[in-house]
């Protein structure tokens, strides 16, 4: 497994849906009710403005480089990339364009091309008759995918194109782990538990944390909790701080013989004179040879200042622009 992964983060971000008519404008606020997020659009030219004063935000960067890489040198660490929880515009940041084809002031090809600057999943809708010019925007790259609006299908086929794009664009933030730190958490296998988590309990966020080498997680209303994933090397480093700083012998053994799962929030791992613990059953991984993940309800996430998180920003700021530019 490679030294440099990059680490989960995902989190409430924005759709820009763009059709000339208010109808199924309103049809698509119906089935799509996000976060409160999203933008809908019935002029183009107002959409292309507002998709333009997001140029600067999202384009393409590569933290694995030039002077952000340098500075990381300087410092050392597990970890470089920003702390995407310190950005409380994140939640506005465009994730997916969805455009109708047919359209009075421009094609929605033509509207994709023209927005090229901006990094997002491009979604075209088209008519039956309109396919064809889909699949020539999409052999060109103009788009990344297109669902026919005929379609008996086209909500799921749409839903699952909006969803997918929203996983890949807060996949680009997450923290890049280096020197081999939180490696297990770029697992497929390890991805799909976080991914069955975070639906089971109503997730809507979660960040890798380099200094505690695990996911902290956030419903919509603030509830924190802690994801964990331990292969055969995190369990034994595990069992041998607990040793080496004189912890109790039971405690070795039970998670010895994987029966327990310790959650050390805020610290990574044992510490002598603890007074509480919260513990959790070890999930084993299907498929992954001495592999658990567990996750837990944790009362106090310890955030520093100038973390914030989705609950804390829709209550200050509420979801500016819902609905914004639907005539």
């Not at 030294?3 to 698509?28: E, G, K, M, T």
């Not at 340098?70 to 969805?98: H, P, Q, T, W, Y």
Request: aromatic letters at 10%; one cysteine or more.
């Amino acid at each position: 497994m490679s030294s440099i992964v990059r680490q989960p983060v995902f989190h409430p971000v924005s759709v820009v849906f763009l059709d000339d008519s208010p109808d199924f404008l309103y049809a698509l606020r119906g089935l799509f009710p996000g976060a409160g997020t999203d933008r809908y659009f019935t002029s183009a030219a107002e959409t292309l403005a507002f998709v333009a004063s997001h140029e600067a935000r999202q384009r393409a960067r590569n933290p694995a480089s030039g002077a952000a890489w340098s500075e990381f040198e300087k410092r050392g660490g597990n970890a470089l990339g920003d702390d995407v929880m310190a950005d409380a515009a994140r939640f506005g940041d465009i994730a997916a364009l969805v455009v109708d084809y047919e359209m009075p002031e421009m094609t929605g090809v033509e509207f994709l091309a023209a927005a090229k600057d901006v990094a997002c999943t491009r979604i075209l809708l088209t008519a039956t008759a309109d396919e064809s010019h889909a699949v020539e925007a999409f052999n060109a790259g103009l788009i990344d995918f297109y669902v026919k609006k005929s379609d008996p299908a086209m909500t799921r086929k749409l839903r699952g194109a909006i969803d997918d794009a929203k996983r890949k664009f807060c996949a680009r933030r997450g923290h890049i782990g280096v020197h081999g730190v939180g490696a297990i958490y770029a697992n497929r296998l390890i991805a799909d538990a976080l991914h069955e988590v975070a639906l089971r309990e109503r997730i809507v966020e979660y960040y890798w944390r380099p200094e505690q080498n695990a996911v902290l997680t956030f419903d919509a209303v603030g509830n924190a909790g802690v994801f964990l994933a331990w292969d055969s090397h995190d369990w034994a480093a595990q069992c041998d701080v607990v040793a080496d700083e004189g912890g109790p012998e039971a405690l070795r053994e039970e998670m010895a013989a994987r029966r327990i799962m310790p959650v050390y929030w805020p610290n990574e791992a044992y510490r002598p004179g603890m007074s509480r613990v919260e513990f959790a059953t070890p999930q084993p991984v299907p498929g992954l040879d001495d592999t658990h993940t567990s996750w837990t309800r944790i009362d106090d996430p310890g955030l520093a200042p100038g973390l914030i998180t989705f609950a804390t920003w829709r209550a200050g700021q509420g979801a500016p622009g819902e609905g914004a530019g639907l005539a």
